[in-house]
């Protein structure tokens, strides 16, 4: 029975695929990008629960920051980018170095070509914020050598993993390689000894060591892996967001390389790395919340689960402090 709903359902992607593609050169990226806000307002005003829920996380975030009308366009609009990045990942594999170049801005490629030019290799820190994936294909197409690191994948149905199973052969179109990293780092130590970038999500709930740190006035934890691969390897850190503009061009922020703590303490230095790092990434979700709002959502359905590490220490609560980090 397996086999043959797995053959159903590899069949159905493959014509969606095929769709996909006629739709994309037909209508082109913006037509792709209005399909996601319009998913995303359908799934707003019919689940309930969702909207509910994730309203509840967002106001948790930010606490007394923001009125109930904030949060309710904050909502709303975390909606629309979330369906948004979701429908535009299908399209990766129809994209060129034409699209990628009309639809992406980058700052900050200075940077990276500086780090690139010591011969270690460069980590580029993202974190699922806004359309997190793109900084691949535009850096992929734009010539430099790009491998993003992927975890366990866990599937709460076999449509789900067939589905996750054919948008990663789309995004396999890129000239983007993927490594398949469980407990042996090898392939991650090889890519930064070869000099390549290699993306790693900041906030990715995997890994085996983790640092406490303020966030938003809560306990939240944070792999520290990133920053322990940079010291091993002499590698460089280049903290990574993409923010949506008005337009629906996209912005990519490479930011200066991330210098590591100078603390002889291993323990107390990645503890160091993970808050100052923690920093940053609070800078962006505070001037745009609603690139984080919905991934929020996803977390607090991992952290119920059970199948994935909780982002907050504690289930619930709000501290009195509105810093947003402000110490391990």
């Given at each position: 029975?397996?086999?043959?709903?797995?053959?159903?359902?590899?069949?159905?992607?493959?014509?969606?695929?095929?769709?996909?593609?006629?739709?994309?050169?037909?209508?082109?990226?913006?037509?792709?990008?209005?399909?996601?806000?319009?998913?995303?307002?359908?799934?707003?005003?019919?689940?309930?629960?969702?909207?509910?829920?994730?309203?509840?996380?967002?106001?948790?975030?930010?606490?007394?920051?923001?009125?109930?009308?904030?949060?309710?366009?904050?909502?709303?609009?975390?909606?629309?980018?979330?369906?948004?990045?979701?429908?535009?990942?299908?399209?990766?594999?129809?994209?060129?170095?034409?699209?990628?170049?009309?639809?992406?801005?980058?700052?900050?490629?200075?940077?990276?070509?500086?780090?690139?030019?010591?011969?270690?290799?460069?980590?580029?820190?993202?974190?699922?914020?806004?359309?997190?994936?793109?900084?691949?294909?535009?850096?992929?197409?734009?010539?430099?050598?790009?491998?993003?690191?992927?975890?366990?994948?866990?599937?709460?149905?076999?449509?789900?993993?067939?589905?996750?199973?054919?948008?990663?052969?789309?995004?396999?179109?890129?000239?983007?390689?993927?490594?398949?990293?469980?407990?042996?780092?090898?392939?991650?130590?090889?890519?930064?000894?070869?000099?390549?970038?290699?993306?790693?999500?900041?906030?990715?709930?995997?890994?085996?060591?983790?640092?406490?740190?303020?966030?938003?006035?809560?306990?939240?934890?944070?792999?520290?892996?990133?920053?322990?691969?940079?010291?091993?390897?002499?590698?460089a850190i280049i903290p990574t967001f993409v923010v949506r503009e008005a337009d629906n061009t996209h912005r990519i922020v490479l930011e200066p390389p991330f210098e590591l703590?100078?603390?002889?303490?291993?323990?107390?230095?990645?503890?160091?790395?993970?808050?100052?790092?923690?920093?940053?990434?609070?800078?962006?979700?505070?001037?745009?919340?609603?690139?984080?709002?919905?991934?929020?959502?996803?977390?607090?359905?991992?952290?119920?689960?059970?199948?994935?590490?909780?982002?907050?220490?504690?289930?619930?609560?709000?501290?009195?402090?509105?810093?947003?980090?402000?110490?391990?």
């Amino acid at each position: 029975m397996r086999r043959f709903a797995t053959f159903v359902l590899d069949t159905a992607f493959g014509l969606l695929g095929r769709a996909a593609h006629v739709v994309f050169h037909l209508f082109g990226w913006r037509f792709i990008s209005f399909t996601g806000k319009l998913s995303g307002d359908i799934v707003y005003l019919l689940n309930r629960r969702k909207r509910t829920e994730t309203a509840e996380e967002i106001r948790l975030l930010f606490g007394a920051r923001f009125g109930e009308e904030r949060i309710k366009g904050i909502t709303r609009r975390s909606f629309e980018n979330y369906y948004r990045r979701q429908v535009e990942t299908v399209f990766f594999g129809s994209l060129d170095r034409e699209t990628i170049e009309r639809i992406i801005r980058c700052e900050g490629r200075e940077n990276l070509d500086g780090a690139l030019e010591k011969g270690k290799g460069v980590i580029l820190l993202l974190s699922h914020f806004g359309s997190f994936l793109l900084p691949l294909p535009y850096l992929g197409f734009m010539g430099y050598r790009v491998d993003q690191v992927t975890g366990r994948q866990i599937h709460a149905s076999l449509a789900g993993e067939r589905f996750w199973e054919w948008r990663k052969r789309e995004a396999e179109k890129l000239p983007v390689r993927f490594l398949q990293v469980g407990r042996f780092l090898r392939p991650l130590y090889q890519a930064l000894g070869r000099n390549e970038t290699v993306a790693i999500a900041f906030d990715g709930r995997d890994g085996s060591r983790w640092a406490v740190v303020d966030f938003f006035g809560r306990k939240a934890r944070f792999s520290t892996g990133p920053f322990e691969l940079a010291r091993r390897t002499g590698a460089a850190i280049i903290p990574t967001f993409v923010v949506r503009e008005a337009d629906n061009t996209h912005r990519i922020v490479l930011e200066p390389p991330f210098e590591l703590s100078d603390d002889e303490d291993t323990e107390r230095a990645l503890a160091e790395d993970t808050r100052r790092f923690a920093g940053i990434f609070s800078r962006y979700i505070g001037e745009y919340p609603c690139h984080f709002g919905a991934v929020l959502y996803i977390m607090k359905k991992m952290r119920d689960s059970g199948i994935k590490k909780p982002l907050f220490v504690e289930s619930y609560g709000y501290c009195s402090d509105n810093t947003n980090t402000t110490g391990h």
